[in-house]
């Protein structure tokens, strides 16, 4: 009866993190931990002969909840067996040959065309029903909206959003509880938006990893035929590798040593029989098809003793703990501090200082805590905070609780406020890191944003703090003195305005104006109606200017520093689009580059595609990641001074 009461145990729990992993993109276990609970229910049923009816290894996913409209597919799509064993892919590759690819972290999506066009996209929802999202596909970065071929095509493919732009997207939130946990969340929420102008903002991009039908067209019993011909058509391919079982060891370590590099978010690999036929020959179970496999990878994990928990306060008060421990080597790199993520997740692993933990790295990149072999659970939740020393509160945020400082006067959100309002795309001035702000908040120097500019009043006390002298000071000075001509965005983006970043003030200066009364008065519908913004930013904008002393300090501001005058360029880029990478030379900085571009006429974007006009880098041979795409989709690589030769 023990084995049988662990079955409804392991089903209860894994169908309850499955749906909040399919249906309400949140994670409430880990990849390692899932996979762990689902081994060992696959084991307890094969051994007692008893399958629930609810069982996560009799279905796939868990039933889409959405407004989208839901369409049964065609041919059910099922999840694929794994191994972590690279042996065991040698004994199931036997004698035939095969492709191994990523296996890619985002959204599965299926597409339908007909006569050449795009008709219908389908998310792969519980893999028997999706939901349609015809529209928001249209905006993906890399679809094909037309193809050459006039049958209907129905492939698969897989819905992604690169590391490169997750993290832009995530920077332009202020607030760390609203920013996206991890790419595929971020993906997932794009695809299924009701509003298909912000799925086209978020850079998602389409890899196809499967052909369903392509009516009258011989692909030679290949799958790698398929590929090719979907390439001629205009899709991005899967990257892939073809193996035999005596190559498929030193391709799955190559694809191993290029992970720290992907730019496209991948949690382990597939691989797939070249031979359509015998693919199909070998049928499926009730829940895998037999035609490929997946390779998940075998996190390294490494013993260690939890040292202490930091408590790492932000500008809005969060306070996140931090499990410092014994320095261990993992893939290649020595690894002693690990998010914890919150209170709910401390508690979870039963914590503790001196408890014996094993880590590992997520996906081979994200220092992660498996187990707590000790779990003391004696690590304390501070009723102070580590900064201020006032009071603490924990709060329920979406799937957890999180500890904050209730002290709107905490030192950890002055200067982290004041950290970004100096920081480069901000004020940019240079002299005042964070440990240096800190000194001068600590001496009285620093109360508001204006008080940054009126250090030259402190002249004789800082030049005598340690690591200043004369020469420091006058450079600070210099440095504050060039920091008073700026513009309008990104004086607002300096403020701190929650899901404000520089793009966003950008646009709405272009859409209301850059002064500051038009901008302190302006209406929550006028925001966001603008094209690229939507409600929760038009209320965090104008709630900010709702607050007398933010108005009051946001016009002191104003009266201190100038405004550039808008520099009207030649449109000699007009109609391009560039990427670009590596160090720059006639520029400060990439963004100094970017807006010289953008002044011009042109656009800026993170990632090469087959709309990217020029990538430049002004080593044209780096073997990079940027430079290789470029190269497989015959976009030009040039040089800083090519881009600047186009000017003359």
């Not at 905070?385 to 709060?395: A, F, Q, Y």
């Amino acid at each position: 009866m023990e084995a049988m009461e662990r079955i409804r145990e392991l089903t209860d729990r894994l169908n309850e993190a499955a749906k909040a992993y399919y249906s309400e993109d949140r994670e409430i276990i880990s990849n390692l931990e899932y996979d762990k609970l689902y081994d060992e229910l696959a084991a307890l049923e094969e051994k007692t002969g008893v399958v629930l009816s609810g069982s996560p290894t009799m279905k796939v996913g868990y039933e889409a909840l959405s407004e989208l409209p839901k369409e049964e597919h065609e041919v059910p799509m099922l999840s694929l067996d794994k191994t972590k064993q690279v042996e065991e892919l040698r004994e199931w590759l036997k004698d035939k040959e095969a492709l191994l690819s990523w296996k890619l972290d985002g959204l599965t999506v299926v597409l339908t065309y007909h006569h050449g066009e795009l008709v219908k996209a389908v998310t792969r929802g519980n893999g028997v029903i999706g939901e349609v999202i015809t529209n928001n596909a249209r905006t993906f970065q890399n679809i094909p909206l037309k193809i050459q071929y006039q049958g209907e095509l129905i492939l698969r493919g897989e819905a992604v959003i690169r590391y490169s732009d997750f993290e832009k997207i995530n920077a332009e939130i202020e607030n760390p509880d609203d920013k996206y946990k991890n790419p595929r969340n971020l993906c997932s929420g794009s695809v299924r938006q009701l509003n298909n102008q912000i799925t086209a903002k978020r850079n998602v991009n389409f890899f196809a990893f499967a052909l369903v039908r392509a009516e009258e067209i011989d692909f030679e019993n290949s799958v790698e035929k398929q590929f090719q011909w979907l390439s001629k058509q205009g899709f991005q391919v899967v990257e892939y590798e073809k193996v035999t079982k005596d190559t498929v060891a030193e391709a799955v370590q190559a694809f191993a040593d290029r992970i720290s590099d992907n730019d496209v978010p991948s949690d382990g690999l597939v691989v797939t029989y070249d031979d359509i036929a015998y693919g199909i020959s070998l049928g499926r179970t009730a829940k895998f098809p037999r035609n490929a496999i997946a390779f998940k990878w075998a996190d390294e994990m490494a013993e260690t003793k939890l040292q202490y928990i930091e408590w790492s306060a932000s500008r809005t008060g969060l306070i996140n703990p931090v499990a410092v421990f014994d320095p261990v080597e993992l893939e290649g790199t020595t690894v002693s501090r690990a998010s914890v993520h919150n209170v709910s997740v401390l508690r979870a692993l039963q914590l503790g200082i001196g408890d014996i933990i094993k880590v590992y790295k997520a996906n081979m990149i994200i220092p992660q805590i498996a187990e707590n072999i000790t779990k003391s659970n004696s690590a304390e939740v501070p009723e102070v905070c580590p900064v201020c020393g006032g009071s603490t509160e924990i709060r329920r945020v979406k799937e957890g609780e999180s500890l904050y400082c209730v002290n709107p006067q905490c030192q950890a959100k002055r200067i982290k406020a004041f950290t970004l309002f100096v920081s480069r795309d901000a004020l940019n001035i240079e002299g005042l890191s964070e440990s240096t702000l800190e000194k001068f908040v600590d001496s009285g120097f620093i109360k508001n944003y204006a008080d940054i500019f009126r250090l030259d009043q402190y002249k004789e006390a800082i030049v005598t703090m340690e690591g200043f002298g004369e020469r420091s000071y006058q450079k600070l000075m210099e440095s504050l003195e060039k920091a008073k001509k700026t513009t309008m965005p990104k004086l607002l983006y300096g403020l701190g305005i929650s899901n404000v970043g520089l793009s966003t003030a950008k646009l709405i200066c272009a859409e209301i104006g850059d002064t500051p009364e038009a901008l302190m008065n302006a209406k929550e519908d006028v925001i966001s109606g603008i094209v690229g913004i939507g409600e929760v930013i038009a209320k965090s904008f104008c709630s900010y200017f709702q607050k007398e002393e933010n108005c009051a300090q946001f016009m002191e501001l104003c009266q201190i520093v100038t405004f550039e005058e808008k520099e009207q360029g030649q449109n000699y880029f007009e109609g391009m689009i560039f990427v670009i990478t590596g160090s720059v030379e006639q520029f400060a900085n990439r963004s100094e580059m970017k807006e010289f571009i953008e002044k011009n006429g042109g656009k800026v974007t993170g990632s090469v595609t087959s709309k990217t006009t020029y990538l430049i880098n002004n080593d044209k041979t780096s073997a990079s990641s940027k430079n290789k795409k470029a190269q497989e989709l015959n976009i030009p690589i040039i040089s800083e001074q090519d881009m600047l030769d186009m000017t003359k």
